[in-house]
C-alpha cells in the first residue's frame, strides 16, 4: 500500500497518480490537514504489539500495511469548525500533531522524501550548504548573519556585487500587501539601511555570473537536470521564481557524472530519498551550488523540459511498496536506498 | 557646534521624518521645500529614489558645503522593519493581470497584444479572455503537431505581410524576439487555437440542438443610416421581398445597403428571427439606423458549415460565462 500526504488540490499527486495506477498499485491520498476534522485515527496497544488504524472517511487504512509514504505538500492538521475557541483550536492542533508524528514513526514505511523532522533539518541552508561544501561541492563565499556590521564587508569583498536571500521563505505584507523577498542584487542604497539587519538574519553571497541555472532533481539514485535559461529575461535573470516563461527557455543537462553522483550523495546524507538541487553553471563551466529544498517543485522540469520525474517517482514508490518494510527505525528506512554498493531495488 | 553642523543635524531630523512611501512624496517634498526655505545658503534639494515594485521610497538630501562642493545626506530612522521586508517586492510586481490562477506579466502582456485579433471587443477584454484559455490549457503540456504549428506561424505571418524569411527576421530583430523566441510564442498560439477548436467541436453539436433557429441560412436587406433616410426606404424594403432587389436603386443614397446570407445568429439582431416578408425597423442600432427584410430563410441543417458556426456562437458564450465566474485581479499600480 502506498499513502500520499498532501493537500487535495496538489497538482504533482494528480501528475503521479495515473502513473501508480496504471503500474497496479493500491493507493491512497490522504491530507493531515483533514485530521482529526474529518478522520479518525487510532493507535491501539494491547498483548505487547499494537496496532494503528487511519480512517481516513473514505477508507480504513490499518498503517501496518503502508510500505511507502510520498510526504508531497500536506496541510497542518485543523479541527473542526465547531471548534471555536482559539487556544481549543490550538490545543487540538498540537495533540493531533504529536499522534500524527508517533504514528508516522511506527509505521514500518519508507519516505519519499523522508519524514518530517529529517526534511526540516535538511531544509535547513546552513545544514545542507555545510554538508555540500563537505561533500566537495564548489559553495559561494556565504554569510549568515543579523549583524550589521557584515554588510558592508561582505559588499566589498564581493566587488560591489553582492546579492541578499532570505533564510527561509515565509509569508508577509508590507502596507497590508502581500511582498516576496526575491534574491536582491544589492547596490549602494541597500548598505544605507544596514542596521535593518539586525532584525532578522539574511544570506550575504557574491553574484555568481551564470550561464545557465540548473534544477537537478533527485530520486532515489535517478538524477534529472533542467537548466534555466534566463538570461533574455530581465525579470527573471536573477531569480527564475519570478517565471517570465516567454522569455526563460528551459532543456534538458547532461551533469557530469561525479556531480550527477553527489548530488545523489548530498540528497542521501540528509536523509532523504528525493531532492530539488539548485546550482549555477558558470560561463567558465563551473558548477556551483546554491541550495537543495527537500520538497522542491518538479514539476516544470517535466513539462518545459521534457524529463520524466513523475514515472521516477511512480517508479520509486511502487519499488518501495514491493519491497519488506522495515520497522521503526525511519534513519535506516530512508537510508534503503543507498545500500552499500551503491545499488538500489528500483535502478 | 559650527552652523553647518547645526544644519546637519537638522537635516538628518527632516529626513528622518519624511514618510517614505510613493503616496506621500508630495508630502515630503514640500517638507523640505520647507526646510530648504528655512536654510538659504544651503541650497538644499530632495531626492526622491522610487524603487520599482514596491510603495516604499528613499531620500536624501543634498547640500551646499560652505567650503565648496556637496554634501549628500540620507538618513533612516529604526522603526523595526527587517532589512529584506524593507526591501521586499511587492508580488504582483512587473505583472498586469491575474486572471484565475494566470498571472501575465507586462511582458507578457505586450507579446500577446501582438496577436490580438479581435474587432469586437477591446483588448483589455481581450486579454483576459486570452488568459482565461491559459487557465484552461495550463495543463496541456504535450507536443502540438507539426502542421498546427506551420498553420499558426502562417497565419501570423501573413497577418502582418511578413512574406518570406529575410522579412520575419527583420521583423523578430525589430521586435527584440529570437527565433526560439518566435518559435515558442508560435506554439503558444497554436496551443490556444486548438483549445479552441476543440471545445467549438465539443459544444457545437449541443448548441445547434438547443436553438436551431439561430442557424438557419437566411437571406436579407437591410440598410443603416440616418432615421429619416432609413425611415424612408423602410417602404421600399416591403416591395423587395415580392419585387426583387431592383428597388432598391430608389433607395436614398445617404442609407448603406447590404444583401448577403448569413447563419440567423450572425444577422443584426432585430433580423435575427424575422420571417420573410417582414419589414424589421427602423430601429436604432449600432450608433446609427436600420431597417431590414428577411427576403428567404432556410431551416438549419446539421453539415459541417453549420456545425461550426454552432460551435463558434457556443465557445463565445463558454467564455462569456467563463468570464462571468473568473477572479480578475489588475495590478496597475
Known amino acids: 500500500m502506498i499513502l500520499i500526504l498532501s493537500d487535495r488540490r496538489d497538482d504533482a499527486v494528480a501528475l503521479v497518480l495515473p502513473k501508480l495506477e496504471r503500474r497496479g498499485a493500491r493507493v491512497t491520498w490522504w491530507d493531515p490537514g483533514e485530521f482529526p476534522a474529518r478522520s479518525r485515527l487510532t493507535a491501539a496497544f494491547a498483548d505487547g504489539g499494537h496496532r494503528i488504524v487511519l480512517d481516513t472517511g473514505a477508507e480504513r487504512l490499518d498503517l501496518a500495511e503502508v510500505r511507502a509514504v510520498w510526504r508531497r505538500r500536506p496541510n497542518a492538521p485543523c479541527p473542526a469548525e465547531t471548534v471555536t475557541d482559539p487556544s481549543h483550536r490550538r490545543h487540538a492542533v498540537w495533540q493531533a500533531e504529536f499522534l500524527l508524528d508517533g504514528a508516522w514513526e511506527l509505521a514500518p514505511a519508507r519516505w519519499l522524501p523522508s519524514r518530517r523532522e529529517a526534511e526540516r533539518r535538511a531544509h535547513n541552508k546552513i545544514i545542507h550548504m555545510a554538508r555540500a561544501a563537505a561533500l566537495g561541492f564548489r559553495v559561494p563565499e556565504t554569510v549568515y548573519t543579523n549583524d550589521p556590521a557584515e554588510l558592508v564587508p561582505a559588499y566589498e569583498r564581493a566587488g560591489g556585487g553582492l546579492i541578499a536571500k532570505q533564510i527561509n521563505s515565509d509569508e508577509f505584507t508590507l502596507d497590508g500587501a502581500d511582498h516576496r523577498a526575491y534574491t536582491t542584487v544589492l547596490n549602494r542604497r541597500h548598505l544605507t539601511s544596514r542596521h535593518r539587519v539586525q532584525h532578522e538574519p539574511v544570506i550575504l553571497q557574491p553574484y555568481v555570473p551564470k550561464a545557465v541555472e540548473l534544477r537537478v532533481i533527485v530520486v532515489g539514485e535517478r538524477v534529472f537536470a533542467a537548466e534555466i535559461d534566463t538570461r533574455a529575461s530581465r525579470t527573471a535573470r536573477d531569480d527564475w521564481r519570478h517565471y517570465d516563461d516567454d522569455r526563460v527557455r528551459y532543456a534538458a543537462h547532461d551533469l557530469p557524472d561525479g556531480l550527477e553522483r553527489a548530488c545523489v550523495e548530498l540528497t542521501a546524507s540528509l536523509g532523504l530519498t528525493y531532492g530539488a538541487i539548485d546550482l549555477i553553471l558558470t560561463p567558465d563551466g563551473e558548477y556551483t551550488f546554491l541550495e537543495i529544498n527537500p520538497n522542491g517543485a518538479w514539476g516544470f522540469v517535466e513539462q518545459r523540459a521534457g524529463l520524466p520525474v513523475s514515472d521516477a517517482i511512480a517508479d520509486w514508490l511502487v519499488a518501495a511498496d514491493r519491497t519488506a518494510g522495515d520497522t521503526a527505525d525511519h534513519t535506516a528506512g530512508n537510508a534503503a536506498d543507498h545500500t552499500a554498493d551503491g545499488k538500489t531495488d528500483h535502478e | ?333
Open chain 2, 1 to 333: 557646534m559650527s552652523d553647518f553642523g547645526t544644519a546637519l543635524e537638522s537635516g538628518v531630523r527632516l529626513l528622518r521624518g519624511l514618510p517614505r512611501r510613493r503616496a506621500h512624496v508630495a508630502e515630503a517634498r514640500r517638507a523640505a521645500a520647507a526646510w530648504a526655505a528655512d536654510h538659504p545658503g544651503l541650497h538644499a534639494q530632495l531626492v526622491v529614489d522610487e524603487r520599482p515594485g514596491t510603495p516604499v521610497v528613499d531620500f536624501d538630501l543634498l547640500l551646499s558645503d560652505p567650503e565648496g562642493g556637496t554634501v549628500a545626506l540620507t538618513a533612516q530612522a529604526d522603526d523595526g522593519v527587517p532589512w529584506l521586508i524593507d526591501h521586499s517586492t511587492h508580488w504582483a510586481a512587473g505583472q498586469l493581470v491575474t486572471v484565475d490562477e494566470v498571472h501575465l506579466s507586462v511582458a507578457q502582456a505586450l507579446t500577446m497584444i501582438r496577436s490580438l485579433s479581435r474587432r469586437d471587443t477591446t483588448p483589455h477584454d481581450e486579454i483576459v479572455d486570452q488568459c482565461l484559455i491559459l487557465n484552461e490549457i495550463a495543463g496541456d503540456d504535450g507536443p502540438i503537431p507539426g502542421e498546427e504549428l506551420q498553420a499558426a506561424a502562417d497565419d501570423f505571418r501573413r497577418g502582418r505581410g511578413l512574406h518570406d524569411r529575410a522579412s520575419t527576421l527583420a521583423w523578430l530583430a525589430e521586435m527584440g524576439m529570437t527565433p526560439a523566441q518566435f518559435e515558442e510564442y508560435i506554439g503558444g498560439i497554436a496551443r490556444r487555437r486548438s483549445f479552441r477548436r476543440r471545445k467549438e467541436a465539443e459544444l457545437g453539436p449541443a448548441r445547434l440542438a438547443a436553438r436551431p433557429g439561430d442557424f438557419d441560412r437566411v437571406r436579407a436587406v437591410w440598410i443603416t443610416g440616418p432615421e429619416r433616410a432609413v425611415a424612408a426606404g423602410a417602404a421600399t424594403l416591403a416591395a423587395v421581398h415580392g419585387e426583387g432587389t431592383a428597388a432598391l436603386a430608389e433607395l436614398d443614397g445617404e442609407a448603406e445597403t447590404v444583401i448577403a446570407e448569413r447563419f440567423a445568429a450572425d444577422l443584426p439582431e432585430p433580423l435575427c428571427e424575422a420571417a420573410p416578408g417582414a419589414v424589421a425597423g427602423p430601429v436604432a442600432h449600432g450608433g446609427s439606423f436600420l431597417a431590414g427584410v428577411v427576403l428567404d430563410r432556410t431551416a438549419a441543417r446539421e453539415d459541417e458549415r453549420t456545425l461550426a458556426a454552432a460551435g463558434r456562437v457556443a465557445f463565445t458564450e463558454w467564455l462569456a460565462e467563463r468570464r462571468s465566474r473568473a477572479a480578475v485581479e489588475w495590478h496597475w499600480s
